[in-house]
């Protein structure tokens, strides 16, 4: 039985014997070594959209993309694939929160479509469909936070949301050859035992993978989901690729023991602040109490001098 290991928070560096049996999918080393298979890809894919006919081949494409000019930031995705009907897919890992998430994946996508305007002058402005699939290890709650702004969810569990543009007086879909995915990983709180459909099986993998010791026996049934894990099996790798992947493990673990530190600070400057205005209450509220017995001593012995 695949077993599920404690988590560790480490302020030191990571050495080899930390890394356990499977690599982590969360990192950029782990992500791309994975989903750079096409047949894991297709598979993935499939799952995730609703593409009519499914996806049955892909390439990868050159994953960065330039702006307008030369003095423009480019952007650089971590895995850009084209299917057999030509629609264009960006999928990305991101394991740190950042504010403006969202805003990032719309340059994205503005990078991607400017790129189709280099067809040249008979182009007839038709567009591909194109796909921005996000894995996050945060919630945009949690990223907003710095700005107070966080994203407020009628429903905690809720893990997907799929973004199109609609009509915003029917709520239908306007223009369907743009969608956005956003997968929250913290809010898939599934065991495996609980997880019922591929596409749950598909996202406990992404988030647990590096804290089994063994393919769970749910998923052994399944040719891609055995291939997937013989691959991810740190013992396969060079010593290279361990270094190079030692290097994403500690540069992401830093990251966010940074960002613990200052979530910290901040929640004991918000706790230093709301005991400041405690005290201020209770100055308030005890001036008040003054004033009511004065007004009440002067309502029945008289103005006091």
């Known amino acids: 039985m695949a077993k599920l290991k404690a988590s560790k928070t480490r ?9 356990g049996m499977y690599i982590n999918l969360l990192t ?51 895995l850009y694939c084209i299917t057999g009907k030509d629609d264009h897919i960006i999928v990305e890992i991101q394991s740190i929160p950042q504010v403006y998430f969202i805003d990032r994946t719309l340059l994205y996508v ?29 919630t945009f709650e949690e990223a907003m936070k710095p700005l107070n702004m966080g994203i407020k969810k009628t429903d905690i569990n809720k893990y997907v949301s799929k973004v199109q543009l609609l009509d915003c007086d029917t709520k239908e879909v306007f223009y369907n050859k743009l969608t956005f995915m956003y997968i929250e990983l ?29 393919i769970p026996e749910k998923l052994r049934q399944d040719e891609i989901f055995k291939k997937l894990f013989e691959i991810a099996k740190i013992a396969r ?22 960002i613990k530190t200052r979530d910290n600070i901040i929640a004991q400057r918000d706790n230093i602040i709301a005991q400041r205005d405690n005290i201020i209450a209770q100055r308030d509220n005890t001036i008040a109490q003054q004033g009511n017995t004065i007004a009440e001593y002067e309502r029945r012995y008289g103005v006091l001098k």
Request: glycine share 4%.
């Open 28 to 78: 950029d080393f782990g992500f791309k070594r994975i989903f750079g298979i096409k047949e894991v890809m297709i598979t993935f894919l499939n799952t995730v959209l609703d593409v009519e006919g499914g996806i049955v081949d892909l390439r990868y494409d050159n994953p960065e993309k330039l702006g307008f000019s030369k003095y423009e930031r480019k952007a650089v995705y971590d």
């Open 186 to 214: 913290p809010c898939f709180s599934k065991k495996m035992k609980d997880v019922k459909t591929f596409f749950e099986q598909w996202i406990f993998i992404i988030k647990h993978l590096h804290e089994l010791d063994d």
């Open 110 to 138: 503005a990078r991607l479509i400017n790129a189709q305007s280099e067809k040249g002058k008979d182009w007839n402005f038709e567009l591909p469909k194109i796909y921005s699939i996000n894995i996050l290890d945060f």
């Open 237 to 258: 790798m060079t010593k290279n690729e361990v270094n190079n992947y030692l290097k994403d493990l500690n540069n992401m673990n830093i990251v966010k023991n940074e």
């Open 11 to 19: 302020n030191n560096k990571l050495t080899t014997k930390d890394l």
